[in-house]
T-cell receptor, first 114, second 114 residues
Framework: EAGVAQSPRYKIIEKRQSVAFWCNPI?????LYWYQQILGQGPKLLIQ????????DSQLPKDRFSAERLKGVDSTLKIQPAKLEDSAVYLC????????????FGPGTRLLVL | AQSVTQLGSHVSVSEGALVLLRCNYS??????LFWYVQYPNQGLQLLLK??????LVKGINGFEAEFKKSETSFHLTKPSAHMSDAAEYFC????????????FGTGTKLQVIP
């Protein structure tokens, strides 16, 4: 079974530029999560999708971050414009769907904003 | 709202020694509890989880954790550390019943000394 795929693995941009990350979850997983992991901290949930609907985006900075999951499969997270404090690892995870189920994480995208 | 506290951001043990990583949580309802491990430049991987039933939970790679409601703890242990256990470990909690996001602790980096 293929795992969660993410691309790119690394990205360096200058502040005020835009960037997009892509995630392809495990086949058949209804729930998809985007986390932000700043160095020295635990992952922080940015947005959670159930199929193609948003379940929780309470911690997504909506003035600059956006995410979509068209067709309920893969997903894109965008930052526009980027700030220095957005430097972090962006993790995508998926799960079959129910509360308490294991989340399966991708390798992450490491973003550096200069 | 739920929260997780991991005591000790860095723990060092000798190879063959007991591993003990501490996790305390707060939750207004019975929780689901998780331990994830993150190896360098990789995503998180589930070690073990508690949802219901037996409070002593066994996971992969010889790790286990015990849910102690009276102490609001879910400490992770392994009798004998191996060099390959060097990684960062995250405790996470989500309230049972209905949707609530998973909250991660800040992580404990385990160093194994030969």
């Amino acid at each position: 079974e293929a795992g969660v795929a993410q691309s790119p693995r690394y990205k360096i941009i200058e502040k005020r530029q835009s960037v997009a990350f892509w995630c392809n979850p495990i086949s058949g997983h209804a729930t998809l999560y985007w986390y932000q992991q700043i160095l020295g901290q635990g992952p922080k949930l940015l947005i959670q999708f159930q199929n193609n609907g948003v379940v929780d985006d309470s911690q997504l900075p909506k003035d600059r971050f956006s995410a979509e999951r068209l067709k309920g499969v893969d997903s894109t997270l965008k930052i526009q414009p980027a700030k220095l404090e957005d430097s972090a690892v962006y993790l995508c995870a998926s799960s079959p769907g129910s509360v308490g189920e294991t989340q399966y994480f991708g390798p992450g995208t490491r973003l550096l904003v200069l | 709202a739920q929260s997780v506290t991991q005591l000790g951001s860095h723990v060092s043990v000798s190879e063959g020694a007991l591993v003990l990583l501490r996790c305390n949580y707060s939750s207004s309802v019975p929780p689901y509890l998780f331990w994830y491990v993150q190896y360098p430049n990789q995503g998180l991987q589930l070690l073990l989880k508690y949802t219901t039933g037996a409070t002593l939970v066994k996971g992969i790679n010889g790790f286990e954790a015990e849910f102690k409601k009276s102490e609001t703890s879910f400490h992770l242990t392994k009798p004998s550390a191996h060099m390959s256990d060097a990684a960062e470990y995250f405790c996470a909690v989500t309230p049972s019943g209905g949707y609530q996001k998973v909250t991660f602790g800040t992580g404990t980096k385990l160093q194994v000394i030969p």
